[in-house]
């Protein structure tokens, strides 16, 4: 059973950055379209951003686009989320996901991704 863990969340000021990563634990990882997600509370799950299996091709949320970049080591089974310049508005537990089948394309609906993290808190302070 693929496990997924993120790690990296924490308390920041606005203006500061945070690095998330996102540990596969299985072989398969660079077969997979991956992605990140958040979710505040009292609203719903909403995607951020997300990266191919090879790394060639990425998407973000509007909100983060600038902001945050996705990225991947596939030798490692592991996938990033640099986020810089935070906002309050950022606030969420971020979950990382992994994607239904193999060699799939970037996207940004819950529904293409069959793994997900139990989540990491992001808190932005003003």
């Known amino acids: 059973q693929v496990q997924l863990v993120e790690s990296g969340g924490g308390l920041v000021q606005a203006g500061a950055s945070l690095r998330l990563s996102c540990l596969y634990s299985?072989?398969?990882?660079?077969?997979?379209?991956m992605g990140w997600f958040r979710q505040a509370p009292g609203k719903e799950r909403e995607f951020v951003a997300a990266?191919?299996?090879?790394?060639?091709?990425?998407y973000y949320a509007d909100s983060v686009k600038d902001r945050f970049t996705i990225s991947r080591d596939n030798d490692k089974n592991t996938e990033y989320l640099q986020m810089n310049n935070l906002k309050p508005e950022d606030t969420a537990v971020y979950y990382c996901?992994?994607?239904?089948?193999?060699?799939?394309?970037?996207?940004?609906?819950?529904?293409?991704?069959?793994?997900w993290g139990q989540g990491t808190q992001v808190t932005v302070s003003s």
């Open positions: 996901a992994a994607g239904r089948g193999s060699f799939s394309r970037v996207s940004d609906d819950t529904k293409d991704y069959a793994y």
């Open positions: 299985e072989r398969t990882f660079g077969l997979h379209t």
């Open positions: 990266i191919n299996w090879s790394g060639s091709s990425t």
